[in-house]
């Protein structure tokens, strides 16, 4: 199970640097505002215009006026010097880093591509490109190499720490590193457009001696993806009407109400709670669903028979 964004919750070293320092700054906040609020409070209540008593302005007291002077002067520098000594480990992205990950955003996911190495290459030689996902070994430095394609985002995993802009144009890195096992949530936290509260991150973290075989059935996936039928019906999927109504994870965000969400179809032991799973039946129903089950919500698309047969041959690799 994923673990819930919390910054009290450090999941590496980058974090485990950071929540001090918030911590530091958020309790002198609180002190700051008691302060502010207090005074405000007692002034109203001291000096009001009362019975017996008439309300004047007042002119100055060098005293409080030095301190609320010197004193945010000392706050401010004690910051700074904090904040550069956390930025100085924060920005240490190359040294003694085991792997780079070049990840590239757009309106609205973010995209990872794995190092140019073996173990990451795909049928086509080249490497293995993943939306939304970044899978790393536990206890393991991975550095970021973050870049724009459109507008100005912003990257950032909660628990694992550490915030940059991804820049159009510019190359801006970053480092993460997780010292447990798990899955761990993040998202764009610049305001990107429309799609910005859905432009989301997952890092899953496997134990050293499982990521080989992640990397191994990745490149499997990414394989079936890249065969000609697939990656066919793939675009058609994605350009014909079934976007607007079907959601497929890193591919599509459909919204017409009770249209199911086709990421893991092929996992289904059914289609449409009337025909079982094959690459047969989906062609059945993609063909004619209102002759299959009088009455549902999709409607004939009247497609060919070449473009059934290959968004059939799509869909049925979605487990």
């Not at 700051?32 to 004047?56: D, K, M, W």
Request: charged share 20%.
């Amino acid at each position: 199970m994923p673990t819930p964004p919390w910054v009290n919750d450090p999941a590496g070293p980058v974090a485990r640097e950071i929540v001090p320092l918030y911590w530091i700054m958020f309790a002198a906040a609180a002190v700051v505002l008691a302060i502010v609020l207090g005074a405000l409070v007692y002034s109203g209540i001291r000096f009001r215009e009362r019975p017996g008593h008439t309300a004047h302005q007042m002119h100055g007291h060098n005293l409080l006026e030095l301190a609320w002077t010197v004193i945010p002067t000392i706050m401010v520098i004690a910051f700074s010097v904090l904040s550069f000594q956390r930025l100085l480990v924060l920005s240490d992205v190359q040294t003694n880093a085991d792997m780079t990950i070049k990840v590239h955003a757009r309106q609205w996911t973010f995209d990872f591509t794995y190092p140019d190495e073996p173990m990451f290459r795909t049928r086509d030689n080249s490497p293995l490109i993943v939306p939304q996902r970044v899978d790393i070994p536990v206890n393991t430095k991975v550095a970021l190499e973050i870049t724009s394609e459109d507008v100005i985002h912003s990257f950032h995993v909660t628990n694992l720490g550490g915030k940059i802009d991804a820049v159009p144009g510019r190359t801006t890195r970053l480092w993460l590193e997780a010292d447990r096992v798990g899955e761990f949530k993040g998202q764009c936290f610049e305001f990107c457009g429309d799609g910005h509260a859905d432009m989301l991150i997952n890092v899953v973290v496997h134990p050293q001696s499982e990521y080989t075989a992640w990397a191994e059935s990745a490149v499997a996936e990414a394989n079936i993806l890249l065969d000609p039928a697939t990656a066919e019906g793939r675009e058609l999927f994605r350009t014909l009407a079934c976007a607007g109504c079907h959601t497929i994870q890193n591919l599509t965000a459909g919204r017409f109400p009770g249209a199911p969400d086709l990421t893991n179809l092929a996992s289904r032991p059914q289609i449409a709670g009337v025909l079982p799973m094959s690459l047969e039946n989906l062609e059945r129903w993609i063909a004619n669903p209102q002759q299959e089950k009088p009455g549902t919500a999709m409607p004939d698309l009247n497609l060919d028979e070449e473009t059934v047969r290959a968004i059939s041959q799509f869909l049925i690799t979605r487990k």
